[in-house]
């Protein structure tokens, strides 16, 4: 077997430094709209992004590279080649690892990027807890003209899943990471309060917690408690994989089936991560009325009690 997995490296290795692809190019020149849509996504309101003199944010990078649905021509195949190698050695799966972002000079609306991508690094076989697999780094250079003006290194891992047991009773809970920054927030869950962080300086609330105001850069902070009601902003439906800990009673008892998990908007105006309950997972839609409840859960690590959010019935914009 180690041979197989040796022979398989070897040849995955012979990518390295292969073009991934030649002299694309975005398909618009950078401008002021994109920049406005990302800024308003991101909430970001740098005076350096408007105006007459406007740079785009450096984040950004990306955005002007991407293909869109139909994708770009001059890719070169090889790309394409390295994974099929990978899935016919049973590597299937993809889970993004992280990315690298270097700029050397701002970008300006009018700009037009063109960009090269090679196939920096293929590693040796890993094990990790998902599966066993190789880590793949493309590097895409970005130029306007002749000039460089930034790198972005993209790292995936391509892997064979493990196989693991799933367990339907008693599965735990994934405890929450908690910090000098966010140790307040817990105290206050553990007594059954959802508190938001106020800035003193300029009055701003903020969630998550943070050691400082993002709207005035203040240190200072005291603390608001939430009315608990909200209603859904948006919210994603978690398929695979199964996870037990998660499964609703109104779903399937001990069935390890699907589960949302919303994006709520508070009616302080802050927005919080939390499960969406009390309506099957298919039901659950954009501005559907909840009402904050806190949840205690018990298994072998000890008593963990977590805010979540209701699905109020019978509400306007409620399930039906």
Aim: hydrophobic residues 35%.
């Amino acid at each position: 077997m180690s041979t197989v997995v040796d022979e398989l490296g070897a040849r995955l290795k012979t990518y390295e430094g292969r073009a991934a692809a030649v002299a694309g190019r975005g398909k618009d020149p950078v401008n002021e709209p994109m920049i406005r849509h990302w800024c308003e996504a991101m909430g970001d309101t740098n005076p350096a992004y408007a105006g007459p003199d406007a740079v785009a944010p450096p984040t950004m990078l990306q955005a002007w590279t991407m293909g869109g649905l139909s994708g770009h021509t001059g890719r070169t195949g090889a790309y394409d080649e390295l994974f099929d190698l990978l899935d016919e050695a049973g590597c299937t799966s993809v889970v993004a690892t992280d990315c690298e972002q270097e700029y050397l000079r701002p970008l300006r609306p009018g700009d037009e990027v063109t960009f090269d991508a090679v196939i920096e690094s293929v590693s040796d076989r890993k094990t990790t807890k998902l599966g066993t697999g190789y880590f793949v780094t493309t590097r895409m250079d970005v130029r306007v003209g002749p000039d460089l003006v930034g790198t972005h290194r993209f790292r995936i891992l391509k892997y064979a899943p493990a196989r693991q047991k799933q367990k339907t009773r008693g599965a735990r809970r994934p405890r929450p990471v908690v910090n000098r920054d966010n140790a307040g927030f817990w105290e206050g869950v553990e007594q059954h309060r959802l508190l938001i962080q106020r800035c003193t300086d300029c009055g701003t609330l903020r969630h998550p917690w943070l050691p400082g105001c993002n709207a005035c850069g203040g240190p200072d902070w005291d603390t608001v408690e939430a009315s608990g009601e909200g209603t859904v902003y948006s919210y994603v439906v978690m398929h695979h994989p199964p996870f037990p800990a998660f499964t609703e009673s109104d779903h399937a008892a001990d069935a390890a089936g699907p589960y949302a998990v919303g994006l709520i908007e508070l009616a302080e105006g802050v927005r919080i991560v939390s499960n969406v309950v009390g309506v099957p997972y298919d039901k659950v839609r954009i501005g559907l009325p909840v009402r904050l409840e806190f949840r205690r859960y018990d298994d072998e690590d000890g008593p963990l009690v977590l805010p979540v959010f209701r699905a109020q019935e019978g509400r306007e914009g409620g399930a039906g």
